[in-house]
């Protein structure tokens, strides 16, 4: 079964407009939520990342809100541009596993129109 | 610069045949991941490695072997009994904990069966 449920599967936004990807869990042992951004034809690269005891992280136009007691995560891209065409994966990380796992999103395919 | 090398980028078998795919790292983690990449159904696990001559199973280990006798490399085999092996294969590493330490993920390698 899926750990996390991701949503849009696909995405699509004007330049200059917000992006919202959502994602959510059961596992109340996850404690890390990361997400990775890929370019088609390579490999998934780590965006940004938020631990449980903050709502929000920022870093740039990037901005994740997480609520704990939904048990729900949102990636926003402000002012999306083309450059930001890819798909994204959010992901949780198992504090209870040893080596520390991630469980993936299915992934959102974003398409920014110029 | 320090990265993950997969090869070949693309590559072509005929059904029955076992298949190696390399995946080797400068960057001196530990630990080290397969993912496959399917549309629609984000990053599965197939195996991991927290150290030299040691491996766990992922999600969907079946059909796969794997083989950790130098830090550096990772090479995964999908064998013949993988009953849908095309699909885009990623390596990943990791110092340690996904916690601690995000995944690098190489470029990946993309592998067509007939």
């Known amino acids: 079964q899926q750990q996390v449920k991701q949503s849009p599967q696909s995405l699509i936004v004007q330049k200059g407009g917000i992006s919202i990807i959502n994602c959510a869990y059961e596992?109340?042992?996850?404690?890390?939520f990361p997400w990775y951004q890929q370019f088609p034809g390579k490999g998934p690269a780590l965006l940004i990342a938020?631990?449980?005891?903050?709502s929000e992280k920022k870093e740039g136009r990037f901005t994740i809100s997480f609520n704990k007691s939904a048990k729900q995560f949102s990636l926003h891209i402000m002012d999306s541009q083309p450059g930001d065409s890819a798909t994204y994966f959010c992901?949780?990380?198992?504090?209870?596993?040893?080596?520390?796992?991630?469980?993936f999103g299915r992934g959102t395919q974003l398409t920014v129109w110029p | 610069d320090g990265g993950i090398t997969q090869s070949p980028k693309y590559l072509f078998r005929k059904e029955g045949q076992n298949v190696t795919l390399s995946c080797e790292q400068n960057?001196?983690?530990?630990?080290m991941y397969w993912y496959r990449q399917d549309p629609g159904q984000g990053l599965r696990l197939i195996y991991y490695?927290?150290?030299?001559?040691?491996?766990q199973k992922g999600d969907i280990a079946e059909g796969y072997s794997v083989s950790r006798e130098k830090k550096e490399s990772f090479p995964l085999t999908v064998t013949s009994a993988q009953k849908n092996p095309t699909a885009f294969y990623l390596c990943?590493?990791?110092?340690?904990?996904?916690?601690?330490?995000?995944?690098?993920f190489g470029n990946g390698t993309r592998l067509t069966v007939t």
């Open positions: 992901a949780a990380l198992d504090r209870g596993s040893t080596l520390g796992r991630l469980y």
């Open positions: 596992n109340t042992a996850f404690d890390y």
């Open positions: 490695s927290q150290i030299v001559n040691d491996f």
């Open positions: 990943a590493s990791s110092m340690g904990s996904a916690y601690n330490s995000p995944l690098h």
């Open positions: 960057l001196n983690h530990d630990a």
């Open positions: 938020i631990r449980p005891d903050v």
